[in-house]
C-alpha cells in the first residue's frame, strides 16, 4: 500500500462531520486585539468537572491579577455536540471564543476548516515550550503548522496481578514473546482466567504490537504490520483469551476483566486506575510499561488527550496567548493531575507528578520511549467511524479472514480514506 501520509505522535476522540473547507494558511497569535475586556474561553465539559473548575477558577484569579481590567469568561461546552459548536464559531467571528481545548484526534477537521492560528511563535517565545514531549509537539502539528500546545495526554501500559503472577513463579513480561508466553502459563494453571485480557474491537489494544514490529496504520498491509497484527490476535485463542469470549471485546470490557479479577494481565490507559480499584484487583497489581520485541525496550503507545489553541478569529490573540501559556505552565499541568489525573505534557510537571505519585511512572516512561499517533488527515474520521481497524482485527481473531486478507482490505480502506 503506498503510504500516504506519516502517522505523528499520541484519547481518542472521534472526527466527526464535516467544517468548512478553506486552505488559507491560519495566521499567528503573537500580537494583536485589545489587551484588555472579557476574554472567551471554550473548556470541555467533564462528568466530574467540579475539580477541574477550580483549577481553571485559580488560573483566572492568577490571570486577572496581572492583566488589569481583563475578565475571563468561561464556558464548559458539551463534547458530544463540539464539532457543531466548532463549526459555528469558525463560520462566525463574533461567535468565535479566544481559547479553545479541543481534543489532539480533531485537529485535522479543525485545521482543513483553516480554524485554528499558528502558535508556532507563541511557543517559540515561551520559556516552558522547550519542555513539550516532542511526541506530542507532533500531534499539535498539521502540515507543518502548531495548532495547538497539548495540555495532557493518556497513554496505556500493562497492569498484572502481582498475586497471581507471584503463586505461579512468573515474572512481568519484559517483551512482547514473554507477553504471549505468560499470558498462556496463567491460563494453563487458572483455566477459569484469561491470561491477558485482549479484544477484537480493541484497536489501542493491538497498535502497540503493530508499532513495535515496524508497522503503522498507513501500511497496514506491510509485512511488519502483519507481523505485529499476528502477534496480537494469536492471543485471542483458547489458551489465553478465547475467541468466543474476546473476539468482539472494547478496550472497555477489556478493563472490566482485569478489574473484575478475571485476568491476570491488560493493557490498560492511566484513566483507568479508579476503575480498577473500584474492582476486585484492587491492592493486587502493580504496572509496567507495555513491552517491546526486546528486553528493556517499550511498545510505543497511542497518545491521545486534549490540546488548547487560540481561535483565527478571536478578537484578543495576545492576551489568549498569555492565558493559554499560564493554563498550559508546568504549575497547572501539576495542578490538573492533582485534579483529573491529567498526565503532563512538559517534562517538569511530569517529573513532579511521578515524584508525588509513583503509580505514572510506567505511563510516564512510556511517553519517554516515543508514542505514536493516528494519521493526521481529515480522513481519518471515516476510518474511525467505518470501524476499519477492528473490523480488521475482528476477522482474524473469528477466523473469516487470515491476516493477509484483512490487512488487504483494510489497506484499500484506509488508503481511500486519506488525502491524496
Given at each position: ?16 462531520a464535516?467544517?468548512?473547507?478553506t486552505?488559507a494558511?491560519?495566521p499567528g ?22 475539580p477541574?473548575e ?5 488560573a483566572?484569579?492568577?490571570?486577572t491579577?496581572?492583566?488589569p ?15 457543531e459548536?466548532?463549526k ?18 480533531d ?8 480554524g ?5 511563535a507563541?511557543?517559540g517565545?515561551?520559556p ?16 507543518g ?6 495540555w495532557?495526554l ?21 517483551t512482547l ?30 497498535l502497540?504490537?503493530v508499532?513495535?514490529?515496524g ?15 499476528t ?8 489458551d489465553?483469551?478465547?475467541p468466543?469470549n ?14 473484575s ?19 476486585a484487583a ?7 510499561p507495555?513491552?517491546?520485541?526486546t ?9 491521545g488527550?486534549?490540546n ?29 493531575y492533582?485534579?483529573m ?17 509513583p ?8 511517553i ?6 493516528v494519521?493526521?488527515?481529515p480522513?481519518w ?12 482485527i475482528e ?6 479472514a ?18 491524496p
Amino acid at each position: 500500500m503506498r503510504l500516504r501520509l506519516a502517522a505523528a505522535a499520541a484519547l481518542a476522540l472521534t472526527i466527526t462531520a464535516c467544517a468548512p473547507s478553506t486552505s488559507a494558511p491560519a495566521p499567528g497569535a503573537t500580537d494583536g486585539g485589545p489587551r484588555t475586556g472579557a476574554l472567551k474561553v471554550w473548556l470541555f465539559d467533564e462528568p466530574n468537572r467540579a475539580p477541574k473548575e477550580a483549577v481553571v477558577k485559580e488560573a483566572v484569579t492568577e490571570f486577572t491579577a496581572a492583566h488589569p481590567d481583563t475578565t475571563v469568561d468561561v464556558q464548559y461546552i458539551a463534547v458530544d455536540t463540539r464539532s457543531e459548536r466548532f463549526k459555528g464559531a469558525f463560520n462566525d467571528p463574533a461567535s468565535a471564543p479566544d481559547v479553545v481545548e479541543y481534543g489532539n484526534t480533531d485537529l485535522p477537521e479543525y485545521a482543513t476548516a483553516g480554524g485554528l492560528a499558528d502558535l508556532g511563535a507563541v511557543v517559540g517565545n515561551w520559556p516552558e515550550g522547550a519542555d513539550l514531549a516532542a511526541d506530542a509537539k507532533a500531534s499539535a502539528t498539521y502540515r507543518g503548522t502548531l495548532l495547538g500546545v497539548p495540555w495532557y495526554l493518556g497513554v496505556r501500559a500493562l497492569y498484572y496481578r502481582t498475586d497471581v503472577l507471584a503463586e505461579l513463579g512468573l515474572k512481568p513480561p519484559a517483551t512482547l514473546a514473554e507477553l504471549t508466553s505468560t499470558a498462556r502459563a496463567v491460563r494453563a494453571a487458572k483455566p477459569d482466567m484469561f491470561g491477558v485480557a485482549v479484544g477484537g474491537k480493541y484497536t489501542f489494544g493491538a497498535l502497540p504490537f503493530v508499532w513495535a514490529n515496524g508497522g503503522d496504520i498507513t501500511s497496514i498491509d506491510s509485512a511488519p504490520s502483519r507481523a505485529g497484527l499476528t502477534a496480537y490476535t494469536a492471543l485471542i485463542a483458547e489458551d489465553n483469551c478465547p475467541p468466543q469470549n474476546c473476539a468482539d471485546l472494547t478496550g472497555g470490557k477489556t478493563v472490566e476483566l482485569f478489574a473484575s479479577g478475571k485476568a491476570a494481565m491488560g493493557i490498560l490507559g492511566n484513566f483507568n486506575r479508579a476503575a480498577v480499584d473500584a474492582g476486585a484487583a484492587k491492592g493486587r497489581y502493580a504496572v509496567v510499561p507495555l513491552p517491546g520485541l526486546t528486553a528493556g525496550s517499550i511498545a510505543p503507545a497511542f497518545a491521545g488527550g486534549n490540546n488548547l489553541g487560540i481561535m483565527k478569529n478571536a478578537q484578543r490573540p495576545a492576551l489568549a496567548a498569555d492565558f493559554l501559556t499560564l493554563l498550559a505552565s508546568r504549575k497547572y499541568q501539576a495542578r490538573m493531575y492533582d485534579a483529573m489525573g491529567n498526565l503532563p505534557t512538559l517534562k517538569p510537571a511530569s517529573a513532579e507528578v511521578v515524584a508525588k505519585d509513583p503509580f505514572v511512572k510506567p505511563f510516564v516512561d512510556t511517553i519517554g520511549a516515543g508514542t505514536r499517533f493516528v494519521p493526521l488527515d481529515p480522513g481519518w474520521g471515516k476510518i474511525d467511524a467505518s470501524a476499519v481497524l477492528p473490523t480488521m482485527i475482528e476477522k482474524v481473531a473469528t477466523g473469516k479472514a487470515t491476516v493477509d486478507e484483512a490487512t488487504t482490505e483494510a489497506a484499500k480502506l484506509i488508503d481511500e480514506a486519506l488525502t491524496p
